[in-house]
């Protein structure tokens, strides 16, 4: 088992930025990739942000690509999901996920999730 916790979250007004912290204790993310998910109600969770097991190859949706980075720092054994530009349609509940094999695949074990909300 592969732990997951995921911090950052908060409230903040369209145009602000955020970062999301993933962590896994008792665990290694080197050995995953990581993905952040967002999950608004009544809609299916979306995956948004993936980054690869060697971290060398990251992938966005279409909704957040050139306004979120999603970082792997293994020495810190954190994913980092840097949200610029923010807008009220990224209000959501953001999960932290790992495969054990790579972003293409189903994800192995989630985190909690976390509250974003984006509003003036």
């Known amino acids: 088992q592969l732990q997951l916790v995921e911090s950052g979250e908060g409230s903040v007004q369209p145009g602000g930025t955020l970062r999301l912290s993933c962590v896994a204790p008792?665990?290694?993310?080197?050995?995953?990739?990581i993905a952040w998910f967002r999950q608004v109600p009544g809609k299916e969770r979306e995956a948004i942000a993936c980054?690869?097991?060697?971290?060398?190859?990251?992938n966005y949706s279409d909704s957040v690509q050139g306004r979120f980075t999603i970082t792997k720092i293994n020495a810190r054994n954190a994913v980092y999901l840097q949200m610029n530009n923010l807008k009220s349609s990224d209000t959501g509940r953001y999960y932290c996920?790992?495969?054990?094999?790579?972003?293409?695949?189903?994800?192995?074990?989630w985190g909690k999730g976390i509250q974003v909300t984006i509003s003036p």
């Open positions: 996920a790992a495969s054990s094999i790579g972003c293409s695949y189903p994800m192995d074990f």
């Open positions: 008792g665990g290694t993310v080197a050995y995953y990739a």
């Open positions: 980054v690869s097991i060697n971290g060398q190859r990251t």
